[in-house]
């Protein structure tokens, strides 16, 4: 047990682990990674066992931002094709707006992935599904230059 004394503050500890740090939300949309090790082009930085689900928290901070900005927590079994669990849109253009994304509660769900990579899917949402072998963190901005994100994700047993 660490000692607090009264005359120190100290910081909060950090909970999790981290996947984007202040990264620049792209124009495109594209993986949100930027930690270290780089992940090469087509892997993901997530791989996944069974019986995980996840909770993760994202911090947006918008300067300029002039349209609709998008972040998506998508999943695949390993063949590169990916579905969406959970996301958010937002149409601020400047502030910081902290969001929840949780996902791999098992149960019941039948739908189809529709969105095609870089369309806006124009609204917050989920889809109720276990999570599948790896995860990944999308997003896209209309103005670039304008807008950070900052994820930092925990994954949970579900035993």
């Known amino acids: 047990m660490a000692i607090t004394y009264a005359n120190?503050?100290?910081?909060?500890?950090?909970n999790g682990m981290p996947y984007a740090t202040s990264v620049t939300v792209p124009t495109v949309e594209a993986d949100l990674y930027n930690q270290s090790?780089?992940?090469?082009?087509?892997a993901s930085p997530v791989p996944l066992i069974y019986h995980q689900a996840i909770s993760a928290d994202l911090v947006l901070v918008l300067v300029g931002a002039t349209g609709p900005t998008f972040v998506v927590l998508q999943t695949d079994m390993g063949d590169g094709v990916y579905v969406d669990?959970?996301?958010?849109?937002?149409?601020?253009?400047?502030?910081?707006?902290t969001y929840s994304l949780a996902a791999g509660v098992g149960?019941?769900?039948g739908f189809q992935q529709t969105r095609a990579l870089g369309t806006d899917p124009l609204a917050s949402g989920s889809n109720q599904m276990p999570l599948g072998s790896r995860l990944r963190f999308t997003g896209q901005t209309v103005t670039a230059n304008t807008v950070t994100?900052?994820?930092?994700?925990?994954?949970?047993?579900?035993?």
Request: hydrophobic share 45%.
């Open 8 to 14: 120190i503050l100290p910081s909060p500890p950090k």
């Open 85 to 97: 669990l959970a996301w958010i849109r937002t149409l601020a253009t400047s502030g910081t707006l």
């Open 107 to 109: 149960g019941a769900n």
């Open 37 to 42: 090790p780089a992940v090469p082009v087509g």
């Open 149 to 159: 994100a900052t994820i930092r994700y925990k994954l949970l047993p579900l035993r």
